[in-house]
C-alpha cells in the first residue's frame, strides 16, 4: 500500500465507486441473509433489532481490525486506512463510520454519491471517520 504522505494527507490511489459499490453490495448480501434468518428466529421486530446490532458489529469488526477490510471488500480487494497515518482506523471509528454511513444512505443515497466529485474520493462517513478507501497492494 502507498503511505508516502503529503501535508499530512495519505498520497496514492482510491479505490473508484464500482469497485466500492460491488464490495458494498457483496456484504449487503452477508448481512441481509443473517438478518433474515434472525427475523425467521425470533420474529420480525426483534429479529429486526437485532439485526441492527449484527450490522453495526459486522462493520465495526471488520473494518476497525489492522486489515481495515469486509468481506465485500476482500473479494474486491479494496481496504480502509486512515487518511491521517494509512493504517487501521481502529473500532472506535470504525463504529462512527457505521453510523455515519446509516445517515448517507437516508438522504436519498447522497452521502455514499458524494465521492462522485469529491477530491479524496470520500463519502459522508469515510470523512467522519477521516479515512479513505484504497486498492490492496498485492
Given at each position: 500500500?502507498?503511505?508516502?504522505?503529503?501535508?499530512?494527507?495519505?498520497?496514492g490511489a482510491?479505490?473508484?465507486?464500482w469497485r466500492r459499490?460491488a464490495?458494498?453490495?457483496?456484504?449487503?448480501i452477508v448481512?441481509?441473509i443473517a438478518n433474515?434468518?434472525?427475523?425467521s428466529?425470533?420474529?420480525?421486530?426483534?429479529?429486526?433489532?437485532?439485526?441492527?446490532?449484527?450490522?453495526a458489529?459486522?462493520?465495526?469488526?471488520?473494518?476497525?481490525?489492522?486489515?481495515?477490510q469486509t468481506?465485500?471488500?476482500?473479494?474486491l480487494?479494496?481496504?480502509v486506512?486512515g487518511?491521517?497515518n494509512?493504517?487501521?482506523?481502529?473500532?472506535?471509528?470504525?463504529?462512527?463510520?457505521?453510523?455515519v454511513?446509516l445517515?448517507?444512505a437516508?438522504?436519498?443515497?447522497?452521502g455514499?454519491?458524494?465521492?462522485?466529485?469529491?477530491k479524496?474520493?470520500?463519502c459522508?462517513?469515510d470523512?467522519?471517520a477521516?479515512d479513505?478507501?484504497?486498492?490492496?497492494?498485492?
Amino acid at each position: 500500500m502507498e503511505t508516502t504522505m503529503n501535508s499530512g494527507v495519505l498520497a496514492g490511489a482510491r479505490a473508484g465507486f464500482w469497485r466500492r459499490f460491488a464490495g458494498a453490495f457483496i456484504d449487503g448480501i452477508v448481512v441481509g441473509i443473517a438478518n433474515g434468518i434472525l427475523r425467521s428466529l425470533i420474529g420480525y421486530g426483534a429479529g429486526l433489532g437485532l439485526g441492527l446490532v449484527v450490522g453495526a458489529a459486522y462493520f465495526t469488526a471488520f473494518i476497525g481490525a489492522e486489515r481495515g477490510q469486509t468481506l465485500g471488500q476482500m473479494a474486491l480487494g479494496i481496504r480502509v486506512v486512515g487518511l491521517d497515518n494509512g493504517g487501521s482506523i481502529g473500532y472506535g471509528r470504525a463504529f462512527l463510520r457505521w453510523v455515519v454511513s446509516l445517515i448517507s444512505a437516508a438522504v436519498i443515497l447522497l452521502g455514499y454519491l458524494w465521492m462522485l466529485w469529491d477530491k479524496e474520493k470520500q463519502c459522508w462517513h469515510d470523512k467522519a471517520a477521516n479515512d479513505v478507501v484504497v486498492p490492496v497492494q498485492r
